[in-house]
């Protein structure tokens, strides 16, 4: 696959383990509008997470990060930095973000190969992780961008919603219950 990058700073045990796991129920995560809201200078927020580990505790779902943070997430994949994470202020979102899995013990299971091919790319990204894994009978998609979803929109729990607010229309981010309960009945409808 020419339009792909690998992540080739894993090492080839990492990678190997990776491609055999057998996933069952699987959560597409987006960082940006699902973690975070937009509101101080978009820090991942703590009940988003909470929010995150209701649906894998009520599904025993895989996290899969097909957000553009995955990026940045191979390095914490190769090496253990938990003591490094622990202590960490707000100031680094991403390992804040890290933070917050630990202390819900949670655990990121992989991510989706990376898409040369431009802003419509993330639903190619996802399409094409889920083609060597014919063990999932189920998956969801958490994101607030309205990309050319065609197909897997039906798997798909847009956390980007306008609301009324005082006769003008808002726009309102992030992972809430409403969005909680439609992923935790997406994964077990079909799992």
Known sequence: MENYIDFPMLDKTVRENYKKQ????????DIDGVMHDYTDNNIVQEERVARLKQIVDATGADIILSSSWRMGYPEFLKANHLEEVISISESDNLKLFHKYLYQYDLKLSGFTPYSLLGEN??????????????????????????????WLRYFLVQTRRTVMMEEEPKVIYGLDDSHVMRAISILNYFG
Do not use: A, M, T
């Not at 399409?127 to 189920?138: G, I, N």
């Open 22 to 29: 057998q996933y069952q129920k699987v959560i597409f995560l």
């Open 121 to 150: 790319g993330r639903p190619l990204e996802i399409r094409s992780w889920l083609l060597d894994k014919p063990c999932v009978k189920s998956f969801v998609i958490l994101d607030d961008d309205d990309f050319n979803w065609q």
